[in-house]
């Protein structure tokens, strides 16, 4: 859904949730979230990389984009478009290389 239509007091369905479509939706149950409520206090990227091995595809890292602008939503922050996230995502990333964690 668009980041600007979203209502908390409306959030029934994954589909409820900003920048969720019917596609992130699917990848969504793969990783055993059905509900908007079990995203609080998931990790972004551990989604991310629960969704490369379950898939055994390397995501689109804009994927990492769209899960960061869920995590945050759900901590209470406003809804924000996936793209809004992309400089972030590159920068925890490039901290992931770094450390050496993560091999998707």
Same mark, same amino acid.
């Given at each position: ?9 409306? @959030?029934?369905?994954?589909?409820? @949730? ?45 994927? @990492? ?40």
């Amino acid at each position: 859904m668009n980041p600007a239509k979203v209502s908390r007091d409306r @959030l029934k369905e994954l589909t409820d @949730l900003p920048n969720i479509g019917a596609s992130l939706a699917r990848d969504l149950r793969l990783i055993g979230i059905f509900r908007p409520e079990q995203l609080a206090g998931r990790s972004a990227l551990e989604m991310y990389h629960d969704l490369c091995r379950i898939t055994d595809t390397r995501q689109d890292p804009c994927v @990492l984009d769209v899960f960061m602008s869920l995590t945050s939503f759900m901590s209470g922050s406003e809804p924000r478009t996936w793209w809004s996230f992309t400089e972030e995502r590159k920068r925890l990333l490039s901290q992931e290389r770094a450390g050496g964690e993560g091999t998707n």
